[in-house]
Each structure stands twice: as C-alpha cells, then as structure tokens.
C-alpha cells in the first residue's frame, strides 16, 4: 500500500492544489478556445489584408469592423464565461479587450465613410489600448504560471504598432496596410500558440 503513495501521485495531486489556487490559470485553460478563436480571427483579417492589396478604404473598414466586432464578443464571452471559475477581478481586463473591441467594431459600421487618416488613429488608438489590457492580463497571469511571455509579447506588439500608427499617421497607404496585416498576423500567431498551451496546462492539471 505504501507504494501507491509514491511521488508521482503526490505530483498528480500537487497539480489539481496548484490549479485550485490560480483561479485565473484555471479560468483561462478552461477556455483556451477563446484564445484560439481570436488568433484565428487575427490571422485571417491579415491575410485579407495582404490577399486584396487593392481593397478600398470603405472595404477595409467593414473589413476591420467585423473583425474587431467578432474578436470583441469572442473575448467579452470568454471573460463572463471564466468568472464560473475564477473571482471577478481576475478577468476585468478581458471583459476591457471585449468591450473595446465591440465598441470599435460598432463605431466603424455607423460612421463607414471615414477618411484614411482617422482610419489609421483610430486603429492605432484601438491597438494601443488593447495591447495595455493584454500588458496587464499578462502581469496577472505571471503570478500563477512561471515564464508566461506570450501574453505580453502579444501586449507589447499591440502598443508598438498602436504608438507607430498614432505618431506616423501620414505613412504611405501601401505600408501602413502591410503594418497592419503583419501585425494581425503576428499577434494571431501568438494568440493561437498561447491558447495551445493553456490547453496543455488544463490537460496536465486535470
């Protein structure tokens, strides 16, 4: 009987304490789909983004509504979804990146005929504060889970391209197209990987 208690069962047992006290580790590997989704979505509007060069600004608009539209429901679902599993403040920061996003989304159906020029700030506004959420869900989330870098890397990208894009508003319309696409893709990437690896955390811990 005594070999049953051996370190690998303490190790198991280990694992479901350790997640029982990071209510927020908990609540984001319960729903790393949400994560994949938003990577996913990410990816696809850079790809247009490169895909259709010569899309016109009234396209690019809807284009970037819906994708921050969809993005913001995904997250602003993920957030009330995980507060089943953690306490509420541990997630205000993604029901922040939910709601802007909606927000943004909204604002770009009703007001379509933009020119470039806010296009581009409204953009670069709309990724600087996303990426300051992400940032700060990030630095939460480092508490629970050691070497946790995606997350901020994803925030870090946001604030970047959002400052590039407020300072250089006026860039060539071909470039700041590129930025952004790259950007969405980048951050897609890094959202999908994290995703995969909130799914193996809740797996090991289960």
Request: glycine residues 12%; aromatic residues 12%; charged residues 10%.
């Amino acid at each position: 009987m005594a070999t049953e208690n051996s370190p690998q069962h303490g190790a198991q047992s280990g694992s479901q304490i350790s997640m029982e006290h990071r209510p927020l580790l908990r609540a984001m590997a319960e729903n790393w789909w949400v994560a994949l989704v938003r990577g996913l979505l990410a990816i696809l509007f850079g790809v247009l983004t490169f895909v259709w060069p010569g899309i016109s600004l009234l396209s690019l608009v809807l284009l970037f509504g819906a994708y921050t539209l969809v993005d913001g429901v995904i997250a602003l679902y993920g957030a009330i979804k995980g507060r089943g599993s953690a306490e509420r403040s541990s997630l205000w920061w993604l029901l922040f990146v939910g709601l802007t996003g909606i927000a943004a989304g909204i604002i770009t159906f009703v007001y379509p005929q933009v020119t470039a020029l806010v296009l581009v700030i409204f953009i670069g506004a709309w990724a600087l504060v996303r990426g300051i959420f992400e940032i700060i869900g990030a630095i939460r989330l480092r508490k629970e889970i050691d070497h946790e870098w995606l997350l901020i890397l994803a925030g870090i990208l946001s604030v970047i391209v959002g400052l590039f894009l407020l300072i250089k508003p006026g860039a060539g319309a071909l470039a700041l197209l590129w930025l952004i696409g790259g950007y969405a893709i980048a951050f897609g990437i890094i959202l999908v990987w994290l995703a995969f690896r909130l799914k193996k955390v809740g797996t090991q811990s289960a």
